[in-house]
């Protein structure tokens, strides 16, 4: 069975404080790996998708990497609206999206 | 451009109770899902549909039925509901194509039972 484990839980960032937030994952033949950013009370807002070990995408502040076994998130100095929760999810098969648990971000001025 | 729209966003339901909770795409995605999210558990399946009339199973689909009758359109009941099954609800869509695409999710339906 695909599982998803991500980590910290929570992350208590000061602004301009660089972190990196991990996302394990066991699959069997991966097809992607997406993360995701979800705002308090509203649905995930879809951030990059990974398909291969060794690719890389980057978006503002925010860059993604994949290995065989897990992806980073790292936040290069995040300011306070980076603050929200960070999912990633897998996708092994056509259909299914797996998803954990998050990673919820706050950033302090 | 509205993407996918969830209705209603709150209701408040006594056990035992029904309802339809309805999810409408406008992006003529092929594939819909259904979430449920709780507290410290990450978003959990509880059906798909893969296309115009069909529907499957998921990880937690007891106590729920789908249906998806016309291509944009995913509607997800309750018939007797539970207290268990108070979470937030969301609907999501995508498509297959070359490479995988990423779901896109509605703003969600914040159910409690009481």
């Known amino acids: 069975e695909d599982q998803v484990t991500q980590s910290p839980e929570a992350l208590r960032l000061q602004e301009g404080e660089s972190s990196s937030l991990n996302c394990s994952y066991t699959?069997?033949?991966?097809?992607?790996l997406f993360w995701y950013r979800q705002d308090p009370g509203k649905g995930p807002e879809f951030l990059f998708t990974l398909y291969s070990a060794g690719e890389e995408k980057e978006k503002e502040r925010l860059k993604a990497t994949l290995t065989k076994k897990e992806s980073f998130l790292h936040i290069t100095a995040p300011k306070p609206e980076d603050s929200a929760t960070y999912l990633c999810?897998?996708?092994?098969?056509?259909?299914?999206?797996?998803f954990g648990a998050g990673t919820t971000v706050t950033v302090r001025a | 451009n509205a993407g996918v729209t969830q209705t209603p966003k709150f209701r408040v339901l006594k056990t035992g109770q029904s309802m339809t909770l309805l999810c409408a795409q406008d992006m003529n995605h092929e594939y819909m899902y259904w979430y449920r999210q709780d507290p410290g558990m990450g978003l959990r399946l509880i059906h798909y549909?893969?296309?115009?009339?069909?529907?499957a199973k998921g990880e937690v689909p007891d106590g729920y039925n789908v249906s998806r009758l016309k291509k944009q359109n995913f509607l997800l009941g309750l018939e007797s509901a539970a207290p268990s099954q108070t979470s937030v609800y969301f609907c999501a869509s995508r498509n297959l194509g070359p490479g995988n695409t990423e779901a896109f999710f509605g703003q969600g339906t914040r159910l409690t039972v009481v």
């Open positions: 999810a897998v996708q092994a098969s056509d259909y299914k999206l797996s």
């Open positions: 699959v069997s033949g991966l097809r992607g």
């Open positions: 549909s893969v296309g115009e009339g069909t529907t």
